[in-house]
């Protein structure tokens, strides 16, 4: 039997399948909307109903001399992951994109390595490798660790936009007399930005949010955001950590609408181009 132009099994269907859906963003979104009323709690507890309302944990955070240094940390160690990241990535990217070789598929398995293999696999490996070093216990370190952590993104955005790169440009540019560094500053990163973009954010995004390197590699002086959250869990539990849990959502809801304006505007700048 058919109603209008579905039978009454597609409507059911279509029906049990959006249920479903909200049913399991309900469950994902859960912890998430639990914890940021709390950072506007005049409370001193984790529990609800609320006994009201307060802008006090914010200024506590914005006051102390713990969470501003940690807040401090996470952007310097961040942004310099990012940049290092962004940079490797991007150069790793166009040489499997250009190059041609048998241990293709290996060499990029490898760089991908961090984000599949356990963060606490990666934490312990290079910690072990940095401590002869002496780069434990220090920025350095602990960037270079981010770093790895961030590659493997922008090597996945990069080779996702570069996939559908028309060659010919290239080769159209080189035949005009432009030299390699030519054609890509004027050629290859205009079109390919919206991608080296998306996996900057995403690198960022790692390395501001990662914890675990961050207990193994950072000193007193190097505890960033989530490592402050989570001794504070530890130590002395305050909704100050709600607070911080809160900025920390906001910061990624940004992160996620730069990211989805950037997908946007490189199928724009495809369908421009086809």
């Known amino acids: 039997m058919k109603t209008g132009t579905k039978t009454i099994g597609e409507r059911v269907t279509g029906i049990g399948l959006t249920l479903l859906t909200g049913a399991v963003l309900v469950f994902l979104l ?7 009323p709390l950072s506007f709690s005049s409370g001193s507890f984790f529990y609800y109903p609320l006994p009201g309302f307060s802008l006090r944990w914010y200024q506590d955070f914005f006051t102390s001399s713990f969470w501003l240094p940690s807040l401090r940390n996470s952007l310097i160690i961040g942004i310099s992951a990012t940049a290092l990241a962004t940079v490797l990535g991007t150069v790793a990217a166009l040489g499997i994109w250009r190059a041609r070789f048998p ?3 290996l060499i990029l398995a490898i760089l991908i390595a961090p984000m599949i293999v356990p963060v606490i696999i990666v934490a312990v490996g290079v910690y072990f490798a940095f401590a002869p070093l002496g780069l434990t216990d220090g920025y350095l370190g602990l960037i270079l660790a981010h770093t790895t952590l961030g590659v493997p993104f922008v090597v996945i955005t990069v080779l996702a936009t570069l996939s559908g790169f028309d060659r010919t440009l290239i080769r159209a540019a080189e035949s005009l007399g432009a030299s390699r560094i030519t054609t890509f500053r004027r050629v290859t990163l205009p079109l390919i ?3 080296v973009a998306s996996g900057a954010i995403f690198a960022f995004a790692a390395s501001f949010d990662e914890v675990v390197v961050a207990l193994l590699m950072a ?3 190097q505890r960033t955001l989530p490592r402050q959250m989570f001794a504070g869990i530890n130590d002395n539990i305050s909704l100050t950590i709600a607070a911080a849990a809160t900025m920390l959502i906001a910061i990624s809801l940004m992160l996620m609408v730069a990211v989805g304006w950037l997908q946007r505007r490189s ?3 495809k369908k421009s181009g086809a």
């Open 103 to 105: 241990a293709q598929a």
């Open 267 to 269: 199928a724009r700048m």
């Open 193 to 195: 930005l919206p991608g």
């Open 30 to 36: 859960a912890p998430i909307l639990t914890i940021v």
């Open 219 to 221: 000193g007193p002086g």
